[in-house]
C-alpha cells in the first residue's frame, strides 16, 4: 500500500504528522512507564519535527503544530526532572521558551504552562528566588491566555514557598487554592494540594518540635 503523504492547507503532511502524533503518545506512555531513555527519544523527535516546520517562515503557522510542539517540549523537560538531570531541563525550557514567544501567538496558553515549568526546574535546583520569578509571570499570563491553569500554577507558587521554608505563606496560598478547586470541580489540583499540605504538616511539625528544644 501506498502512504499518503498529502500536505494539509497549512504546510505539514498528513502522514508526518500523524507519525509525530503517535511519538508524542508513545513518549507520554514512556514516561509513565519509567522508560525515561525511551521517553526522551521520542519526545525529541517529536521536537525535532514540529520546530522545523513552524520555523519556516513562508508557511502559516498551524495550531495543532503548535500544540504538538508545545507538548513534546513540557513532556522532555519533565523527563529530565525524572532523569535527575534538572540543568538539562533548565536549557531546554529556556530554549522552549525563546522558541514559543518567537513563534506562538503572544497569548497562546502553552506560555504559562512553560513559564511554571521552568519554574518547577530552577526550585528543583534550589533556586527559590528565579522559580518564584517565573511562576510570577506564569499566574499573570495564564489569567490572560490560560485561565483553566491558574489553580495548578497557584499550587505549584505554594510548593516553591513550602521548599523554600516560607511555610505560612504556602499554607495560606494551599488554602486558597484548594478552596477554588473546590467551587470550580478542578479534582485533579485539588489531591495535589491536598498531598502536598500533608508536606507541609510534617514540616510544620518539625518547625514546632525544633522551637520547643
Do not use: W
Request: hydrophobic residues 40%; contains cysteine; aromatic residues 6%.
Amino acid at each position: 500500500a501506498v502512504v499518503s503523504t498529502q500536505r494539509t492547507g497549512n504546510g505539514i503532511e498528513r502522514s508526518n504528522r500523524t507519525v509525530t502524533e503517535l511519538f508524542l503518545k508513545i513518549g507520554q506512555i514512556y514516561a509513565i512507564l519509567g522508560d525515561y531513555k525511551l521517553a526522551e527519544m521520542s519526545f525529541l523527535h517529536c521536537v525535532g519535527v514540529t520546530t522545523l516546520e513552524l520555523s519556516k517562515s513562508d508557511a502559516p503557522k498551524n495550531p495543532k503544530v503548535v500544540t504538538l510542539a508545545g507538548l513534546a517540549y513540557e513532556g522532555l523537560g519533565k523527563v529530565y526532572l525524572s532523569m535527575n538531570l534538572p540543568e538539562n531541563a533548565l536549557n531546554m525550557y529556556k530554549h522552549a521558551l525563546q522558541f514559543a514567544e518567537g513563534i506562538f501567538e503572544p497569548n497562546d496558553p502553552q506560555i504559562p504552562v512553560l513559564l511554571n515549568d521552568l519554574a518547577t526546574v530552577y526550585e528543583a535546583l534550589n533556586e527559590y528566588d528565579m522559580a518564584l520569578e517565573q511562576v510570577e509571570k506564569a499566574i499573570a499570563k495564564a489569567k490572560i491566555a490560560n485561565q483553566a491553569a491558574v489553580p495548578s500554577i497557584m499550587c505549584n507558587k505554594a510548593t516553591i514557598l513550602l521548599f523554600s521554608g516560607d511555610l505560612q505563606s504556602a499554607r495560606s496560598l494551599y488554602e486558597q487554592v484548594l478552596q477554588t478547586c473546590v467551587r470550580i470541580q478542578d479534582y485533579e489540583t485539588a489531591r495535589e494540594v491536598k498531598a502536598n499540605m500533608k508536606i507541609l504538616e510534617e514540616k510544620e511539625r518539625l518547625q514546632k518540635e525544633h522551637l520547643n528544644e
